[in-house]
């Protein structure tokens, strides 16, 4: 799971008392794209309609991956299918969320999981802490920052998960 979590985190139960910044991607034209150089291969993700879009992969690190992303206008993923997998979150992964944040992480195999993300947001620069629920207790999964552009694009995230730094850099637009 965790795997899947660091796979949508690039781009993007109910909210509670999180506080929505003001990010829209609606107005992004058909065929935006931007790619990331991450510690588990370059990253592409282009959009393809107003609210979705292309997530590829590289296979540099022997991590290659390719899917479709299905965002809501803030640009948080709602959705994430590939051959793989398929993972949804309800109401959305709380990407863009300040605050306390609540929703449901479901799998298209029936599993699922609650999850938990705190987020403090100063400009563009956001501090994180990411829990899932796990016999009644809130377990800490993920740590860390990023930075985003004006339309809530990861410009450079650093964050621990499973004891392992990740990282991301965007490199073009």
């Keep these: ?10 781009v993007f139960c109910v909210p509670t008392a999180g506080v929505a910044q003001d990010y829209d991607i609606r107005s992004l034209p058909k065929g935006y794209s931007v790619s990331w150089d991450t510690d588990i291969g370059r990253t592409t993700f282009t959009l393809t309609g107003r609210l979705k879009g292309h997530f590829t992969r590289d296979d540099s690190k022997k991590r290659a991956q390719e899917g479709v992303i299905f965002l809501n206008k803030k640009g948080e993923t709602k959705r994430f299918t590939s051959k793989e997998f398929d993972i949804s979150f309800r109401p959305h992964d709380c990407f863009l969320t300040a605050g306390l944040c609540k929703y449901k992480e479901e799998l ?18 956001w501090s994180y802490r990411l829990y899932f629920q796990k016999d009644g207790k809130w377990v800490l999964e993920e740590q860390g920052t990023y930075t985003v552009d004006s339309y809530g694009y ?19 637009n």
């Design 1 to 10: 799971m965790t795997r899947i979590c660091f796979i949508l985190c690039l």
């Design 108 to 125: 298209s195999d029936g599993r699922y999981r609650f999850m938990r993300r705190e987020a403090t947001v100063k400009d563009n620069d």
């Design 154 to 172: 990861v410009i450079e995230r650093n964050f621990m998960s499973d004891g392992k730094k990740h990282w991301s850099r965007r490199i073009d």
